[in-house]
């Protein structure tokens, strides 16, 4: 199921309801089994060796944007993952038994598309063969950009804490 998600401030995709992400190849499919929170997580599900289930979402934001996930692994060694993407470019892979964990990576303002895939090898069975990602949040991030003021002249300065005045006071 494709929809489009709203202009970024906070959003949270729980998977409590299927929107907000799209399958793009292979099979995930929400699961009550493993969860990080809620009733629901998502779960890759590749049924054949040698084969991929991706999914994305996507966001366009006027601000750097902080997005985070918790994901589970349980798969073949270094040979089967978990891999994270962020507009076509890796950012992260897990493999093995990886418990919940929570994932942070900031991004910059405008279109990115974040992709989650399962990556099965050609041979041999380990764990479960699967993973799971729960509770993805994207949110805007607001950058404080520091200045050095002079105070040099007498008045009002506007600064991040409020109003100030510099006074001609010794």
Do not use: H
């Not at 890796?90 to 093995?96: A, I, T």
């Amino acid at each position: 199921q494709e929809s489009s998600l709203p202009t970024p401030q906070n959003i949270v995709i729980d998977f409590e309801t299927a929107q907000w992400y799209t399958v793009t190849s292979g099979v995930w499919e929400r699961v009550t089994s493993e969860k990080y929170q809620g009733q629901y997580s998502l779960q890759s599900w590749n049924r054949t060796d040698n084969s991929q289930s991706c999914f994305e979402v996507s966001s366009n934001s006027q601000k750097e944007t902080e997005l985070s996930f918790y994901l589970r692994v349980s798969s073949e060694n270094n040979y089967d993952y978990l891999r994270f993407y962020v507009n076509g470019s890796e950012q992260g892979k897990w493999s093995w038994a990886v418990e919940w964990n929570k994932k942070t990576f900031t991004q910059p303002a405008g279109n990115n598309i974040y992709r989650w895939c399962y990556n099965k090898d050609a041979s041999i069975s380990s764990g479960q063969d699967r993973a799971w990602v729960d509770l993805i949040e994207i949110q805007e991030v607001d950058i404080i950009v520091s200045e050095q003021l002079d105070f040099e002249q007498a008045g009002w300065y506007t600064l991040p804490t409020g109003l100030w005045e510099r006074t001609n006071a010794d």
